[in-house]
């Protein structure tokens, strides 16, 4: 049995994915260990869309990749993530979204208190339960998310968060480095290390 920390620290951001399908039970697991997170005033404001149909993948892509590519042609990205990203090889392409056999739509009830830190807690959950049934994801932010939104019939009360594309991993990608626990925890007070 395999603990929290241990998938935490073996889960990364997958950007590359075989098509191969994967089980759906997973995933519903996945959703299911989601919606046990913590939520302000229990209102639960999470709602997910599972994409797994080859027509409605290719038009979240097309839509997504219209504005990534405007959003990375512009002037707007700073120096240093333009590096960062360039480091990766992340461009505006954004194939997972078309590779991953299912991706995972997820939604917050504006009209719900905290709706986006308890949408956002919720996804915390969902990467682990994923990591632990083996299967690579990533938290992709869309540029436009309204626009993508509109294409799965979205309300207007609820935003799109994230698209979770989930599959198999293609390549070998190293996770990320962290910092130490001395760098981001003090005790009583900023600064002190006590
Ligand atoms: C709120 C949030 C938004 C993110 N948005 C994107 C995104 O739009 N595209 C992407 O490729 N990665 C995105 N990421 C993934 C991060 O780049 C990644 O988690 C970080 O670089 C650490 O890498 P690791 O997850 O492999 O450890 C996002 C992560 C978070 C938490």
Redesign the pocket.
Known sequence: MVNVYELARR?????RYFSDPVPLEHVLYAIKTAMQAPSGANRQPWRFIIVDDPKVKSEIRRVAEEWERKLHESETIPGWFREWLRE?G?TWR?DFLTDAPYLIVVLANKRAPYARESV?LA?GYLLLALEEKGLAS??????NPRAIARILWVPEQYTLE?IIPVGLPRGD??????MSLEEAVYYNRWGSHG
């Open positions: 889960r990364k951001s997958i950007r990766r992340i954004k956002w996804v990533l938290t992709y932010t869309p540029t994230t990608k190293v996770k990320e480095p962290r």
